[in-house]
């Protein structure tokens, strides 16, 4: 077993406290991180007075990452009220080309939305067509 004095390990809060417990030359509180009090999960992207935003993707991603025209154009074929995703239009595109998956009734409406956009890109890139109705 070795020793502190053989080879030193870095100070954690585990071992600070062990040390400081022991008589030990370190100070509980030393080295420790200055927690500011702030939501660790805000981006600083929120509007004040604004309810939550509920995606899961970033804003910073939004910004940058616009769909390509698959992903359009399946928007626009599975929109229900509202512009969201309307989940027996959705099933209706998939099963006509064959990506349908029963486990997708399982998933929200986005995550459904993604699996079935990613097989239709794989159809496309194996050449085939996408049947939109």
């Known amino acids: 077993m070795r020793t502190e004095a053989e080879s030193p390990k870095p100070a954690t809060r585990h071992n600070r406290k062990s040390k400081a417990a022991n008589g030990g030359d370190m100070d509980a509180t030393e080295d420790q991180p200055v927690l500011d009090e702030v939501d660790p999960g805000d981006d600083g992207l929120a509007v004040p007075g604004a309810p939550p935003a509920r995606s899961v993707v970033s804003a910073d991603y939004k910004r940058e990452h616009k769909p ?7 928007s626009k074929a599975v929109a229900g009220a509202g512009g969201k995703v309307d989940r027996n239009k959705l099933r ?10 029963p486990a997708y009734e399982n998933l929200n409406p986005g995550q459904a939305r993604m699996n079935v956009g990613n097989r239709l890109r794989a159809k496309v890139k194996r050449g085939e067509r996408v049947k939109w109705r």
């Open 68 to 74: 390509d025209d698959l992903g359009q154009r399946l």
């Open 92 to 101: 209706a595109v998939a099963v006509a080309n064959g990506v349908w998956n």
